[in-house]
């Protein structure tokens, strides 16, 4: 039998705090062992920025920078909406 806020939870996709504290704990373990800082961080989603932008046209209000784990294989994953293709000027 599901309670109302499991109920609530499934209808507005909120995940229960178990699991954003699990998520934020993976996350964390991950930082560790990969040894980055939020500088290095911000230091690398600066110079993807900055090469992405040489080629689009992105909004840089929505972008998103994660690193995911999977198994043995660590990801780095950047997110951003493209606006429009930069065009070369010959």
Same mark, same amino acid.
Not at 26 to 43: A, G, W
Not at 45 to 50: E, G, S
Not at 59 to 66: I, M, P, R, T, V
């Given at each position: 039998? /599901?309670?109302?806020?499991? /109920?609530?939870?499934?209808?507005?996709?909120?995940?229960?705090?178990?699991?954003?504290?699990?998520?934020?704990?993976?996350?964390?373990?991950?930082?560790?062992?990969?040894?980055?800082?939020?500088?290095?961080?911000?230091?690398?989603?600066?110079?993807?920025?900055?090469?992405?932008?040489?080629?689009?046209?992105?909004?840089?209000?929505? /972008?998103? /920078?994660?690193?995911?784990?999977?198994?043995?294989?660590?990801?780095?994953?950047?997110?951003?909406?493209?606006?429009?293709?930069?065009?070369?000027?010959?």
């Amino acid at each position: 039998m /599901l309670s109302i806020s499991r /109920l609530l939870r499934r209808f507005t996709g909120q995940k229960a705090s178990k699991d954003t504290a699990k998520k934020r704990l993976q996350f964390s373990l991950i930082y560790d062992k990969l040894d980055l800082n939020d500088t290095t961080l911000t230091d690398l989603q600066k110079d993807i920025v900055a090469v992405i932008s040489n080629y689009f046209e992105i909004n840089k209000d929505s /972008l998103e /920078l994660k690193v995911k784990r999977d198994d043995d294989v660590t990801a780095l994953v950047f997110n951003t909406p493209i606006l429009q293709l930069k065009r070369k000027r010959a």
